[in-house]
């Protein structure tokens, strides 16, 4: 059961950085505000315009760092950039909700503690 509940976290958190880097570039970046990218569901980015097989080197391309939950994640994290948290300053986030009733507020760009 641990090493399910460990395999599932290390899943959900490579979700999150891919989430983070699909965001593309400082120029390219797009919030993923709901669930699947938009309200139908679709599960298109129709303005993507930087990732495509000729632009990824796999050596600059994956998982960048593993953050830590309570629990399971089954909903879709949620990416927004430049989100002000009071006495942190502004950063890009990635939101994250557990089978705990827990909701994490990352920081996107690095392996920090949680946000709140």
């Known amino acids: 059961m641990r090493r399910a509940l460990r395999e599932n976290r290390a899943l959900i958190i490579r979700s999150i950085v891919t989430a983070a880097l699909l965001a593309g570039g400082a120029s390219a970046r797009q919030d993923v505000l709901t669930g699947n990218y938009d309200n139908y569901r679709t599960n298109a980015d129709l303005n993507e315009t930087v990732l495509h097989p000729s632009g990824l080197d796999p050596s600059s ?32 986030v990635v939101f994250v909700a557990t089978t705990h009733n827990s909701v994490y507020a990352f920081d996107a760009d690095s392996p920090a503690p949680p946000l709140w």
Request: no cysteine; glycine share 12%.
């Open 61 to 92: 391309f994956g998982k960048l760092f593993t953050l830590s939950v309570d629990g399971q994640i089954y909903a879709q994290p949620l990416y927004q950039q430049n989100v002000t948290i009071d006495g942190k300053g502004a950063h890009n």
